[in-house]
């Protein structure tokens, strides 16, 4: 079954302890991109790849890295979490950026205490 | 830069009723513009795109929408809503394939019988 997958679906974490949120796809799909969803603020994105070892950063990426090693993988690093990074993130990805939809993961509910 | 407006936060309709949902966008070029739906708990599900051509588009679910030039605007209409239509929906656009995708903050529908 096409699908995106992320891991772990909720994460409940502290200050400063840092964590990976794993992202994969089995489509082949060239494109991949972090979002994070906030009530009233619709999804903004975080960071973008348009291949393996080209990233590039979205609307909010401070306080995230990306890394793009395999096509199918896109992890999202909080080296040093805050609260105000507490989100619905939701990764997603698509054959090629622009005229393809994107597919999206289920969603990653994070808490930072 | 891009931006992306959904000006109605909240909707509330009956079941049969027909719906419209707005959308405007401001952009240089012709955008890629897509309509996404978010079913409480879930992801995103692309509903319809438009990138060229007839600028009435057909999508999923019994969904359509129309772009207008002239006034920015991408609105999503269903003649006759049914009550599993009860969602979250999110104009997107892109620009024009540099892959920067922005949301708009995204319209809440409620359907009463």
């Known amino acids: 079954e096409a699908q995106v997958t992320q891991n772990p679906r909720y994460l409940i974490t502290v200050t400063g302890k840092k964590l990976t949120v794993t992202c994969s796809q089995n489509?082949?799909?060239?494109?991949m991109s972090w979002y994070r969803q906030d009530p009233g603020l619709g999804l903004r994105q975080i960071y973008y790849?348009?291949?393996?070892?080209?990233?590039d950063k979205g609307d909010v990426p401070e306080g995230y890295k990306v890394s793009r090693k395999e096509k199918r993988n896109f992890p999202l690093i909080l080296e040093s979490p805050s609260p105000n990074q507490t989100s619905l993130y939701f990764c997603?990805?698509?054959?090629?950026?622009?005229?393809?939809?994107?597919?999206f993961g289920p969603g990653t509910r994070l808490t930072v205490t | 830069a891009q931006s992306v407006t959904q000006p109605d936060i909240h909707i509330t309709v009956s079941e049969g009723a027909s719906l419209e949902l707005r959308c405007n966008y401001s952009?240089?070029?012709?955008?890629?513009l897509f309509w996404y739906v978010q079913s409480p708990g879930q992801g995103l599900q692309l509903l319809l795109k438009?990138?060229?051509?007839?600028?009435l588009v057909q999508g999923i679910k019994g969904f359509e929408a129309e772009f207008k030039r002239s006034q920015s605007s991408f609105n999503l209409r269903k003649p006759s809503v049914h009550w599993s239509d009860a969602a979250e929906y999110f104009c997107?656009?892109?620009?024009?394939?540099?892959?920067?995708?922005?949301f708009g903050t995204g319209t809440k529908l409620q359907v009463i019988p």
């Open positions: 952009y240089g070029a012709t955008p890629y």
């Open positions: 997603a990805s698509s054959l090629l950026a622009g005229v393809n939809e994107q597919y």
């Open positions: 489509m082949n799909h060239e494109y």
């Open positions: 790849s348009m291949n393996v070892e080209v990233t």
């Open positions: 438009y990138f060229s051509g007839d600028t």
């Open positions: 997107a656009v892109d620009s024009g394939g540099y892959q920067k995708v922005t």
